[in-house]
C-alpha cells in the first residue's frame, strides 16, 4: 500500500513523514499537510487496528498496532503492520510482515512470526516492557 502525504510544499511518502530526529516529521516549519492519499484496499483484505493504555478511551497509548493484511486463496499475499510507542517514532515490523507472507494464517505461524518483532521494536530503555505487549497486539489484531 503505498500512502503518500501531500503538504503545502509536496509530497512525502507515508514511511518517510516520522524523521525520529528532534524535529519529529519531515515537514518544514512553514509547511502543513493538506491530504492524505490511501489507494483502497484490495479484494480480501482485512484491516485492524488495537491500542493498549491504562485508561484506553482518554490515555495515550501505551503500544498501538495497525495491520493490513491481503489474503489470497488461503495465503498471506501481503502485509503491512506499523506498531507505535515501541520505538522513537512509528514503525513497520517488517521481520514480522516477512514471516507472514507466503503462509496461511494459524496460531502457531503468527505467534513464530511475532517472534521476528526484535528486528523492529527500539524502545527506550526503561521501556523494554512495551515489546511483549506488541507481540501481544500483533497476534491478536492478525488472528482477529
Known sequence: MNVKI?????VIEAEKFFTGERKTTA???DEIVTEIQMPSPNS????N???FAQRPTIDFPVVNVATSITIEGDKVSDVRIVLNAVAPVPKRA?????????KIISESVVETAV?????????LKDNKYK????KTLIKRAILE
Open 6 to 10: 501531500k503538504t503545502t510544499a509536496g
Open 27 to 29: 515537514l518544514n516549519h
Open 44 to 47: 480480501g483484505t482485512k484491516q
Open 49 to 51: 487496528f488495537i491500542k
Open 94 to 102: 517488517i521481520g514480522v510482515e516477512e514471516a507472514l507472507k507466503g
Open 115 to 123: 517472534a521476528a518483532i526484535a528486528n523492529c521494536a527500539v524502545p
Open 131 to 134: 515489546v511483549q505487549i506488541a
